[in-house]
């Protein structure tokens, strides 16, 4: 189902000349009212003049997330603060938080795509949509809430935490639809049963999951477990929040990045250059329609590619793949590259194993080492304890021959893994920081 018909198929000339005008016009606005992007032209030795077709945006300065640390709170913003009517912060997964603004006309874009992506997932008015993404300065609560309410939706503001009292929220209030952590999700569920809650009674059919990385395996295990459709969102809060990119119901393969707000670019994260399409590299991100703090070709640090082949649900905005890594995530072990996907993939090819898991690296007589924690559901901790051990083995084959790195695995009681109210920890480091 399409919110914006107009919009959302517009064609590529169409879509193109749309994004150029927008374009100029950010170019000119930032470079008037930013001093950091004013210097930032000046170096580079361009003008907002300079940019005369899109191919042109390659000659323009990058944002990285020091920027924004550099400039906390508000140096980037590029209206004056009276203008902004909200204040929301970056989890601080990665360290320091930066913060970004909004004016008015900024949060009703925003709940436009967000509105755009649940559309796109199913969801319509009739719909009761469970928010439990957290609510606060963390953008996954208000950004769900706000694009539910513009479909039409009733929204049940559940926010993360008291997990139990939530199951029986989505109970009594009949929820259709969850928007969570798909780890969150996995915990609610977990919860759910052992307070007596059958997700199989519940009218539930959709999931609307992001915020953290996951795999097309915890994908599966997830709608066995809950027996509904889980649609992938993608979105960060320097470029708005959730709903920046989300995959339709009809063809789930990649998400539509929602062009006439955004404009992506994939680049080789060490040259900086623009890579052909298909080509898996750095999301960088241009806002065209920002006003509080409107960033350009923002480095995402998230690795995908883009298709814009057509995609048979109509809507011609271009897809991008699921995140494969977060290049902050990203862990040298003896020199080898690893990301928590990557060994998230191999486990979920097992039967009897659930998506809690823990990678956790130390440095041992200056090795470092790579353990991987991962936990049992009920049927195989019930299994006879050699024929775990053959598991065990198999997977550190896998692991070794797939990713060529050695990593003891070690399967863990059922629940016996942290549980996270928002994103999950998957990693930890314990190396020395030098
Ligand atoms: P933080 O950087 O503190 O985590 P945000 O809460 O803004 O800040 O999180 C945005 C990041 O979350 C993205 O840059 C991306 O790494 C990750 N993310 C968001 N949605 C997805 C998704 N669907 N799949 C994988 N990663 C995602
Ligand atoms: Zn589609």
């Known amino acids: 189902m399409l919110f914006d018909i107009r919009q959302e198929t517009l064609p590529r000339e169409d879509l193109e000349a749309l994004q150029l005008r927008r374009l100029r016009d950010l170019c000119g606005r930032i470079h008037a009212n930013v001093p950091f992007y004013r210097k930032r032209f000046e170096e580079a030795g361009i003008s907002p003049a300079s940019i005369n077709s899109l191919a042109d945006l390659r000659l323009l300065p990058f944002t990285e997330k020091q920027d924004l640390r550099d400039y906390y709170p508000f140096g980037l913003f590029a209206v004056p603060r009276d203008h902004i009517v909200r204040l929301h912060a970056s989890s601080g997964t990665t360290g320091k938080a930066v913060v970004v603004g909004y004016t008015a006309r900024d949060l009703d874009h925003w709940a436009e795509v967000m509105a755009r992506s649940m559309a796109a997932a199913g969801v319509n008015h009739a719909d009761v949509v469970h928010v439990a993404y957290g609510y606060g300065l963390f ?76 795999s097309e395996g915890m994908r599966r295990d997830i709608e066995e477990k809950m027996g509904i459709t889980a649609i992938n969102i993608y979105g960060l809060s320097e470029i708005m929040g959730p709903g920046v990119a989300s995959e339709c119901a009809e063809a789930r393969q990649g998400m539509h990045l929602w062009e006439d707000h955004f404009l992506p670019e994939i680049i080789d994260p060490v040259t900086g250059e623009q890579l052909p399409p298909g080509e898996v590299g750095e999301l960088v991100l241009t806002t065209l329609t920002k006003e509080g703090i409107p960033l350009l070709r923002y480095r995402t640090r998230d690795l995908t590619s883009l298709d814009y082949t057509p995609c048979r649900c109509g809507r011609t905005h271009v897809r991008i793949g699921r995140i494969q890594g977060r290049s902050d995530d990203m862990l040298i072990i003896r020199g080898v590259n690893v990301f928590p996907q990557q060994i998230e993939g191999i486990l979920m090819e097992s039967e009897g194993l659930s998506p809690n898991y823990q990678i956790i690296v130390d440095r041992v007589d200056n090795l470092d080492t790579l353990e991987v924690h991962v936990e049992m559901d009920e049927n195989l901790f019930a299994d006879e304890i050699r024929k775990l051990q053959m598991l065990e083995k198999r997977l550190q084959k896998n692991i070794k021959e797939f990713l060529g790195v050695t990593a003891r695995v070690r399967l863990a009681e059922p629940r016996s893994i942290e549980r996270s ?14």
């Open 421 to 434: 109210e928002g994103k999950a920890r998957r990693i930890v480091d314990k190396r020395p920081r030098d």
């Open 139 to 214: 953008t996954g609560g208000l950004g769900a809430h706000y694009g539910a309410e513009r479909v039409g939706a009733t929204v049940v503001p559940a926010s993360g935490g008291a997990t139990r009292r939530q199951a029986h929220l989505l109970r009594d209030f009949g929820a259709t639809v969850l928007c969570a952590t798909p780890s969150y999700a996995l915990h609610l569920w977990e919860a759910a049963r052992e307070t007596g809650v059958d997700f199989a009674t519940l009218p539930l059919r959709v999931g609307i999951f992001g915020a953290e990385p996951w």
